[in-house]
T-cell receptor
């Protein structure tokens, strides 16, 4: 079956603009995660969805970042008023669920965001 | 706080030889999961192998095996018979018990492996 897909693959924006990043998880996967990979900070957790709810938003770096998930499937990560420090690769991952045997996370190809 | 340490920023290995990538972790949880991912230059994160904290045997997946030493809190990845396509960044990760049963991963800083022909 298809893996995790993300769009766009690359995004260049100007400082202060809003951007939306999309993630389409593996069909049937109930858990969805967003991570950010940057040169200075490595790989960081942003937010976790179980179904449509987000019980763990502890990694969102500021209130400019938000995310939603609809229909237990597609998720959108929105960054408002982008700053240059938001430049990074944004990775989405999904898993069958949580708990032993279901927890392996499979990653999408990422969205490379550059804020000028 | 839980932490993953990868002390080898870069490594070389000769094609067809075996190589061990080091990973140590720190956690006070009794139940946890350990993962290795490969990230080629294309940027995608590819799942390689998983070890649960209660698994008594070391995990193996083809040419990959995980040398799990619980008392030492280490989870080293062993790649046998290295191939040129194994050249990539390798990340060790641990499943952290987060808020509301979030199974988020925390990652080490990675090891860049270069396989020489």
């Amino acid at each position: 079956g298809a893996g995790v897909s993300q769009s766009p693959s690359n995004k260049v924006t100007e400082k202060g603009k809003d951007v939306e990043l999309r993630c389409d998880p593996i069909s049937g996967h109930t858990a969805l995660y967003w991570y950010r990979q940057s040169l200075g900070q490595g790989l960081e957790f942003l937010i976790y969805f179980q179904g449509n709810s987000a019980p763990d938003k502890s990694g969102l770096p500021s209130d400019r970042f938000s995310a939603e998930r609809t229909g237990g499937s597609v998720s959108t990560l929105t960054i408002q008023r982008t700053q240059q420090e938001d430049s990074a690769v944004y990775l989405c991952a999904s898993s069958r669920g949580v708990g032993s045997g279901k927890e392996t996370q499979y990653f999408g190809p990422g969205t490379r965001l550059l804020v000028l | 706080a839980q932490k993953i340490t990868q002390t080898q920023p870069g490594m070389f290995v000769q094609e067809k030889e075996a190589v061990t990538l080091d990973c140590t972790y720190d956690t006070s949880d009794q139940s946890y999961g350990l993962f290795w991912y490969k990230q080629p230059s294309s940027g995608e994160m590819i799942f390689l192998i998983y070890q649960g904290s209660y698994d008594e045997q070391n995990a193996t997946e083809g040419r990959y095996s995980l040398n799990f030493q619980k008392a030492r809190k280490s989870a080293n990845l062993v790649i046998s018979a290295s191939q040129l396509g194994d050249s990539a960044m390798y990340f060790c990760a641990m499943r952290e018990a987060g808020m509301d049963s979030s199974y988020k991963l925390i990652f080490g800083s990675g090891t860049r492996l270069l396989v020489r022909p």
